[in-house]
């Protein structure tokens, strides 16, 4: 199971960082997940934002998200952040944190079995 916080209001060019943590009660070893972060606005496909391997060894951005946004893990606390900087109106969307099984790197939501239940962030101009 899968728990996203960290969203909320913030002006144009501020920052927020997202956490998801795993539960560890799902008995599932959270080092041996890519975990990635995916955002959806109302009437619009889930879209790719972050991905981090097992290990944070490698990471993988979707072209607006590069330079501002770094995606981190910590694998002693099962967890997976977003650190949002230089945010734009357009970045508003719930923001989904997703694990997917497998050792590459994928940006497809269709790869991920396991969905955390999404964070609001708004960004006002």
């Known amino acids: 199971q899968l728990q996203a916080s960290g969203g909320g209001l913030v002006q144009a060019g501020g920052s927020l960082r997202l956490s998801c943590a795993a539960s560890a009660a799902s008995g599932r070893t959270f080092s041996n997940y890519v975990m990635s972060w995916f955002r959806q606005v109302p009437g619009k496909e889930r879209e790719f934002v972050a991905t981090?391997?097992?290990?944070?060894?490698?990471?993988s951005y979707t072209d607006s998200a590069k330079g501002r946004f770094t995606i981190s893990r910590d694998n002693a606390k099962n967890t997976v952040y977003l650190q949002m900087s230089s945010l734009k109106p357009e970045d508003t969307a719930v923001y989904y944190c997703?694990?997917?099984?497998?050792?590459?790197?994928?940006?497809?939501?269709?790869?991920?079995?396991?969905w955390g239940q999404g964070t609001q962030v708004t960004v006002s101009s």
């Open positions: 981090i391997s097992r290990s944070g060894s490698s990471r």
């Open positions: 997703a694990a997917n099984g497998g050792v590459l790197l994928v940006t497809s939501k269709d790869s991920y079995f396991y």
